[in-house]
């Protein structure tokens, strides 16, 4: 039996590549597919939720406000990846916004229906495991984000920034970057200054080149 062109789309992601089409079927029976546009909310921190989502393109960032009206940059999603909160797999499968998600582009999303996802999860051992994992990934971002905004100097997120998302950084305006690693802009220039002079990297048109990949790593690890 052909899959219909919305369970065709769900059978396709990452996800759920590995559920047997009944599968697919009954979430694609309670999912639905919107976009977003560059600058849309898809939800804020006093928000609750009733569904879960699926970045299938795109990219979202999360981020809090303070008392003084300041914006505190957390981290940021991309395609193919799972929103939802960990801690509502046991009681309830609700989203209770633990921060602000605003879209940092053009975006596609798939947005499932929580309730009968988490019947599924409980029953369907192929889908705990995915959940699962993408569990283990979202700790694991934690975990990044405490070294990051905690034992990280100014170097070292830069260098950190530069290995594992040195495209991100070349996309983005210098105050953007700064803004994301809880720098000043003097601060990020004053670094990339010194590792130029290093020959730890160079800038060729506006865009960062590492020469050394090393001793990047040797900054932060």
Do not use: W
């Not at 977003?36 to 960032?61: C, P, R, T």
């Not at 070349?170 to 994301?180: D, F, S, V, W």
């Not at 020959?199 to 990949?213: A, F, P, Q, R, W």
């Amino acid at each position: 039996m052909a899959l219909t062109e919305h369970a065709a789309l769900v059978a396709h992601l990452p996800i759920f590549q590995s559920l047997e089409e009944g599968d697919i079927e009954k979430i694609a029976h309670f999912s639905t597919v919107k976009q977003y546009q560059k600058g849309d909310v898809l939800f804020y921190e006093k928000d609750s939720k009733d569904a879960i989502y699926y970045i299938i393109d795109g990219s979202v960032k999360f981020y809090k406000v303070d008392r003084f009206e300041n914006e505190i940059f957390l981290y940021k999603l991309f395609s193919k990846s799972l929103i939802f909160n960990v801690s509502k797999l046991i009681d309830s499968f609700f989203i209770s916004c633990y921060a602000n998600a605003e879209f940092l582009e053009n975006s596609t999303v798939l947005s499932i229906q929580s309730a009968p996802f988490r019947e599924m999860i409980y029953t369907n051992h192929r889908l705990m495991t995915r959940i699962l994992e993408e569990s283990f990934k979202m700790i694991q971002q934690m975990q990044c984000i405490i070294s990051r905004d905690v034992v990280f100097d100014g170097t070292a997120k830069v260098a950190h920034m530069l290995i594992n998302d040195l495209e991100t950084f070349n996309a983005l305006k210098k105050h953007e970057i700064a803004y994301m690693l809880h720098i000043q802009p003097e601060t990020l220039s004053r670094i990339l200054n010194k590792l130029t002079r290093n020959g730890t990297i160079e800038i060729d048109k506006n865009n960062v080149v590492i020469l050394n990949t090393q001793e990047l790593k040797d900054i932060y690890e």
